[in-house]
Each structure stands twice: as structure tokens, then as C-alpha cells.
């Protein structure tokens, strides 16, 4: 699937993706770093969960 999206994207000439997760989900981390995503900075409080406010990581890939 994240395959088919970039292939998607390159066609378009899409040249840099970004995402936003939460910093407490450490397998959508994994899966987004092995996907060559960075961080590229975060936003506080950004989710609201039944524990408070979560922040989440901006993450960016570049397809150029």
C-alpha cells in the first residue's frame, strides 16, 4: 500500500509527503521511519485522548 501511494504521488510529480502521528504510537513511528519518513517537527497537544492531550510528529519523505 505505501508502495502504491508513492508510485502514485511520483506520477503526479509530487515532490515531498508529510503526516502527522502520535508520539505514542511507536508502531506507526517504526513503519514511517523504515518508509524513510523524518521528523520534521511536532505539534503539541494536537490529539485529544481519555488521558489528556497528545502531541504528534510531523513527519516528512521527500520523492525526488
Known amino acids: 500500500l505505501m508502495q502504491a501511494m508513492e508510485d502514485d504521488l511520483r506520477q503526479m510529480e509530487v515532490e515531498e509527503v508529510f503526516l502527522e502521528v502520535s508520539e505514542h504510537n511507536k508502531a506507526a513511528i517504526s513503519l514511517y521511519r523504515k518508509w524513510e519518513f523524518a521528523e520534521a517537527g511536532r505539534r503539541e497537544d494536537y490529539y485529544a485522548t481519555p488521558e489528556g492531550r497528545v502531541s504528534a510528529w ?6 525526488r
Open 58 to 63: 510531523i513527519m516528512r519523505k521527500s520523492l
